[in-house]
């Protein structure tokens, strides 16, 4: 196991930049008895504990002055059972590389997000989900959990053993412990066929409820300053298989949505007053195309372009009087936004932090280009959001507290409760979670 002080390591940043931290400690631990061990030395000497992934949350979620643990040496498939279709992975492991492996044996996860850079447990434990009619997110996919709690003990949970740990602990904001493996249910790999096209946004909402009907998977971009959406449904396929070709790929997903994209943004941060012209180009760029691929290609796209997001799971009966909200006030404000409104969505879960959690969920997702400020434009989304009872993304940009939480998750309770067994010294807090979760 390699320690590190912060003093030679420097500053932890996120993905995003947003976020900073100089933690005294960290550590790489290349096993779960080497992973307990730092959590209880760090409990002697009164340091508080975080885990980070890749850190494309937004949220400080996994900032701390105390000990950092990187997962990044657990990784790799554990065991994987043909009988119960299920997959067991160490804790570090990045999705892209869980999911290739998957694929080489002929599974797959039923569904994804729409990046795979993220270690498996700071997915997971964030909430990260892709959108769906009747699939839900990563975590709702997890059968089996492993994590190291505040004292250093290691335990297991299911819905068998330890259910009441499992029921929280799929997407636990590491407050519960530090997961060190994740079981999840895979299926035979299967294809997926995606239809992508622009559609006018007034024709979108009118239509919203048909199309999420008729699609496994539908979700859409919204260009701010137009009228324009670029939509996209994913339904299964017995196939063939007929991948984008390499070079239309390249052209489309690197040279225009990333390449040209990040260009268009250096010029909009430095003039914004030609965001709106670059939207109207922006939103025509790309055109209608299909194609058929396993799973992982058709769910994931790259994203080189940084951006600071925060997005909002409302009532999905609420989508649609929402949008139109978050237009209007687009439109009057006066903010010049180059970054395109993602919606998606996905189906009720028993998670009992999960943003899914016992009602079906739309995602609203409002982004800003990295280095452009975002705060007024977030504020008002915001405000919008929760007049609907939205529940922020645990990794995105939000200012909600305990207090509203409790309004929001009917379960807040059962998880704070067993915050308090498990970690009652909070050797887990961190700023973050005290804001989140109360003190």
């Not at 009907?213 to 919204?222: C, G, L, M, S």
């Not at 405000?383 to 939205?390: K, M, P, S, V």
């Not at 939000?398 to 207090?403: F, G």
Request: include cysteine; charged fraction near 25%.
């Amino acid at each position: 196991m390699s320690s590190t002080a912060s003093g030679k390591n420097g500053t932890w940043r996120n993905w995003g930049g947003n976020v900073s931290a100089r933690p005294a400690r960290e550590v790489t631990p290349a096993s779960v008895d080497e992973l307990a061990a730092a959590v209880r030395q760090a409990a002697e000497d009164g340091l508080r504990i975080k885990a980070v992934g890749t850190g494309h949350s937004f949220t400080s979620i996994a900032a701390t002055d105390g000990l950092l643990i990187r997962p990044q040496l657990l990784t790799g498939i554990r065991k994987i059972d043909r009988d119960a279709m299920t997959v067991t992975v160490e804790a570090g492991t990045p999705l892209k590389r869980l999911n290739v492996a998957l694929a080489r044996e002929g599974l797959s996860l039923t569904n994804m997000g729409d990046i795979m850079e993220q270690t498996v447990s700071g997915a997971t434990s964030t909430g990260t989900h892709g959108t769906g009619r009747d699939s839900a997110s990563i975590a709702a996919q997890i059968r089996a959990l492993e994590l190291v709690t505040a004292d250093g003990s290691v335990l297991t949970c299911s819905e068998k053993e330890n259910p009441d740990v499992f029921a929280a602990a799929r997407i636990g904001l590491g407050a519960l412990g530090v997961v060190t493996a994740i079981t999840f249910a895979v299926e035979p790999l299967f294809l997926l066929t995606a239809r992508e096209e622009p559609m006018p946004f007034e024709q979108v909402l009118a239509d919203f409820d048909e199309l999420w009907a008729e699609n496994e998977h539908f979700e859409f971009y919204w260009f701010p300053h137009t009228g324009s959406t670029n939509t996209k449904r994913n339904n299964r396929s017995a196939g063939p298989a007929q991948p984008v070709g390499q070079l239309k790929g390249w052209f489309e997903d690197e040279f225009l949505s990333n390449g040209v994209f990040q260009v268009a943004n250096w010029v909009g941060r430095a003039a914004p007053a030609t965001i709106p012209s670059i939207a109207r180009i922006s939103s025509r760029a790309l055109s209608a195309r299909t194609y058929t691929d396993i799973p992982y290609k058709v769910f994931t796209s790259p994203r080189r372009v940084r951006f600071v997001e925060m997005e909002f799971a409302v009532p999905r009966e609420a989508v649609v009087e929402t949008l139109h909200e978050l237009k209007a006030m687009v439109d009057r404000s006066g903010l010049r936004v180059s970054f395109p409104v993602e919606v998606r969505t996905a189906p009720a879960d028993d998670i009992t932090l999960s943003t899914a959690s016992g009602r079906d969920s739309a995602y609203i997702a409002v982004h800003m280009f990295r280095g452009t400020p975002y705060q007024r434009y977030f504020t008002a989304a915001e405000r919008i959001f929760t007049a609907h009872e939205g529940r922020p993304h645990w990794g995105k940009v939000h200012t909600r507290d305990a207090e509203y939480f409790a309004q929001v998750y009917p379960r807040f309770g059962e998880f704070t409760a067993l915050r308090d067994r498990l970690d009652p010294e909070r050797r887990l807090q961190n700023d973050y979670l005290r804001r989140v979760l109360g003190a």
